[in-house]
C-alpha cells in the first residue's frame, strides 16, 4: 500500500468519525493507534506508558484550574459588567463595540487560558448587544473569532501548558514568549477594525449614544467581582 493510498484512508476514516459525532479528541486517537497498527505493530505497546507519563505531569494541574476560572467568570457575571464597563470608554471610537470585543478578549484571556472559555463568555454577550444596535454580522462574528483566538497566545495559555508537558519546555518561558505576539497580534485586530470601519461606515450604526462620565465611572466600578456577583 503506498503512503498516498494510505493517507486517503486515514483522512476518510478521521472525517467519518467527527461527522458521526465522535469526540474530536477520541477521534485522533483512534486514526493515531490505527495509523501504529499499520505503520509499526510492535510501537502500540509504548502508547499506554505515554499516556501515564503525560497525565502524570504536575504542570497539566492548572488545566482544570483555567477551566474553572473562566466558568466562574463567566457564570458569575463578571465578564458581562467588565465587557459593559469596557465599552462605555470605546463608545467614541469608530466600531466602538468592536474594539470592545477584542480588548475584552484579551484581557480575558489572561485569566482563562482558553480559547473556547473566551468567545463563549464575551460572545454571550456582545453578540445580542451588537445585533440589537444594527453591527453587521460580519464585523460582529468576525471581531469575535478573531478575539476567541488570542486565548491560546496570551499567557497563561492552556496550549503552552500540554505543550510543554509533552515536549518537556519551561511553561514559564513559554508563557513569557507569548506576551510581546499576543500584544501585537490584539494590536492589530484593533487597527484592523478601525480601519474596516473607516472605509465602510455602513458595518456600523450610526450616531450610537455615547456614554456620560457618570456611567464611564460606573461602568469600571462594576467590573469588581463584589457588585458583579451581588447582582447575578
Avoid at 484571556?109 to 460572545?123: E, K, N, P, Y
Avoid at 453591527?135 to 478575539?147: D, H, I, K, N, V
Wanted: aromatic residues 8%.
Amino acid at each position: 500500500m503506498t503512503w498516498q493510498l494510505l493517507s486517503l484512508i486515514i483522512v476518510i476514516i478521521l472525517f467519518g468519525l467527527l461527522l458521526s459525532g465522535v469526540w474530536i479528541a477520541m477521534a485522533l486517537g483512534m486514526v493515531g493507534i490505527l495509523m501504529l497498527l499499520i505503520i509499526e505493530p510492535s510501537a502500540i505497546m509504548g502508547v499506554g506508558i505515554i499516556v501515564w507519563d503525560t497525565l502524570e505531569s504536575f504542570v497539566l494541574t492548572a488545566v482544570p484550574l483555567f477551566l474553572l476560572m473562566g466558568s466562574i467568570i463567566l457564570h458569575s457575571g463578571v465578564s458581562s459588567s467588565f465587557y459593559k464597563g469596557l465599552s462605555t470608554w470605546l463608545d467614541h471610537v469608530p466600531g466602538s463595540l468592536a474594539h470592545s470585543n477584542v480588548l475584552a478578549c484579551s484581557i480575558f484571556a489572561a485569566v482563562s487560558g482558553s480559547s473556547v472559555a473566551t468567545a463563549a463568555a464575551i460572545g454571550a454577550i456582545a453578540i445580542p448587544e451588537m445585533e440589537r444596535r444594527g453591527y453587521s454580522r460580519s464585523l460582529t462574528y468576525g471581531s469575535l473569532a478573531a478575539g476567541g483566538t488570542l486565548g491560546i497566545l496570551i499567557p497563561p495559555s492552556i496550549i503552552f501548558i500540554l505543550y510543554g508537558a509533552i515536549v518537556g519546555e519551561s511553561v514559564g518561558r513559554l508563557f513569557i514568549a507569548g506576551v510581546i505576539p499576543g500584544v501585537f497580534m490584539s494590536s492589530l485586530f484593533v487597527l484592523y477594525v478601525g480601519l474596516r470601519t473607516a472605509l465602510n461606515p455602513n458595518l456600523v450604526p450610526r450616531g450610537e449614544i455615547r456614554a456620560t462620565w457618570s456611567e464611564r465611572g460606573r461602568g469600571l466600578l462594576a467590573v469588581l467581582p463584589e457588585s458583579s456577583i451581588g447582582r447575578s
